[in-house]
């Protein structure tokens, strides 16, 4: 007879099996179409389209190459997004689940600028052990949205945790330069001041916190807040003055 802790066990992983033929089953018609769609859309673009970008086209004429190019271009982003929705639904339904993998790169090729997926897709590779790869998909990602914050965030994260501090730190740089649409300015400015400390400039990660207080503090002043979120702002407020002044805040 078995043990109730390898009975316990055995359903675990009959649950987990169960969650990962239920994605498949879900998902595995739309992937086949979506996947039909892109290789029928790029053949177009390859032997259809002979047409200079931005060239014009004659009224009368019958609808050039190029105008079927971005035709399908907009099919191909229509899909994307239907299927990200369907996607992003599944993660938050089962979890990080390393069988969406795919389908979040296909939505990378049906729509080269859909940023959210490039972020979660790196996630669930790397926590996959997967690590080179997250790199690759990574920086595919920032050469096809280069004024990505979220992704030059997720890449600093990458080397952070590969231990490349140098290169983590000027990833969250540039991140803090652009406009964030998933991260927040918060997290990314926690990530740099762990790149920096771990190099030992704590100068730096000091003026990084030293301008997020001046910045928390003109939105508790200029915007119109909940009680909840101007304690939480209070509150991170008094976090930041703590890492900056160690020794106590009295004498500021």
Known sequence: MKGLGSMNEEMSVNSRRRRGSDIGRTISAPVLILALLLLFSVLCQVFLDRTPAGSGERAGD??????????????????????????DKLYHLYGANPELIPYFIIITYLDPHYVDAYYLACGLIYDAGRR????????????????????????????????RFREAGEA????????PNITSRH?????????????????KGRRHLLDMIVRQY????EEELLPEERRSLVRRINGYSDEVFPEGREGY
Do not use: C, H
């Open 62 to 87: 019958f609808p050039s190459a190029a105008s079927l190019a971005r035709f399908l271009g907009g099919i191909r982003q229509y899909f994307a997004y239907t299927f990200f929705i369907k996607t």
């Open 132 to 163: 080179q790869e997250a790199l690759d998909l990574n920086l595919r990602g920032i050469k096809a949205n280069p004024q990505s914050a979220d992704l030059y965030f997720s890449l600093g994260i990458w080397y952070l945790d590969e231990g």
């Open 172 to 179: 969250f740089e540039t991140a803090l330069r652009l406009t």
């Open 187 to 203: 997290t990314t400015v926690r990530g740099l001041v762990a790149a920096y400390r771990r190099l030992g400039d704590l100068e």
């Open 218 to 221: 003109v939105m508790l002043i």
